[in-house]
């Protein structure tokens, strides 16, 4: 298969897992999350989709990198392993905090993402160094998150 077609490939599972999380919550949205007290710098409710959007897209590239470039081996199947745990916990975080409203366990849920998401980079950094490039932004992204997150536990 050709480099492109798993990049696409990726990007549409990447950002349709992303799309249902968000889907599945738009309630609680509305009713629950509008009256929390929020901490200081959160940005506007129409920000975090294209930012998402965005990340989603820079995260399937990472994976079609890896997926395409990497031959078989325990190093590629560590880097996925991390990848995938990431992924994982990146799902999970969407229901526990805007379904389940488990500010705290939120909380937990993010901090060990951002511990994936760095162990996802520094396994992709010697197998593919832009793949794992594309994963900075990402972290970053769930930095500013964890911090929110955290805002909104400790103030509700």
Request: aromatic residues 16%.
């Amino acid at each position: 298969m050709k480099l492109w077609a798993k990049i696409l490939i990726c990007i549409i599972v990447i950002n349709g897992l992303g799309a249902a999380g968000a889907f599945l919550t738009m309630g609680s949205l509305r009713d629950w999350y509008e009256g929390l007290v929020r901490p200081p710098g959160v940005p506007p409710g129409a920000v975090f989709g294209p930012v998402w959007t965005v990340l989603y897209t820079l995260i399937g590239i990472s994976l079609a990198l890896v997926w395409h470039r990497v031959p078989a081996g325990q190093a590629k199947q560590r880097a996925l392993t991390s990848f995938f745990i990431q992924m994982v916990l990146n799902i999970a975080w969407t229901p526990v905090f805007f379904g389940l409203h488990w500010l705290g366990v939120a909380l937990a849920v993010i901090a060990t993402l951002w511990v994936w998401i760095f162990v996802t980079i520094l396994r992709f950094k010697p197998l593919d160094r832009t793949a794992a490039m594309l994963l900075v932004p990402y972290l970053i992204w769930v930095s500013y998150a964890t911090y929110l997150n955290a805002g909104y536990f400790w103030l509700n």
